[in-house]
C-alpha cells in the first residue's frame, strides 16, 4: 500500500498551525504514526458507512 502522508506536507502543516514558530523540526517517526493513526480512521469509517448500508464514504463517517 502507498502512502497517503508525504514528510514535506507534514512540515509545511506544522509551520503554518504553529503561531508561535517554536517547532523547527518533524522527526522520521511522525510520518508512519501519522499514517496509521489515517489508515485507522478510515477503517472506522468504512465500518459506519457499511453499518449504514451505504457504498459511500461521507465525510460524517469520519
Do not use: F, H, W, Y
Amino acid at each position: 500500500m502507498t502512502g497517503i502522508i508525504v514528510k514535506s506536507k507534514i512540515r509545511e502543516i506544522v509551520k503554518k498551525l504553529d503561531e508561535e514558530n517554536t517547532v523547527n523540526n518533524v522527526a522520521e517517526e511522525v510520518e508512519p504514526a501519522l499514517e496509521q493513526k489515517v489508515e485507522e480512521i478510515l477503517k472506522n469509517a468504512i465500518d459506519r458507512s457499511k453499518a449504514n448500508q451505504r457504498k459511500t464514504l461521507l465525510a460524517r463517517d469520519l
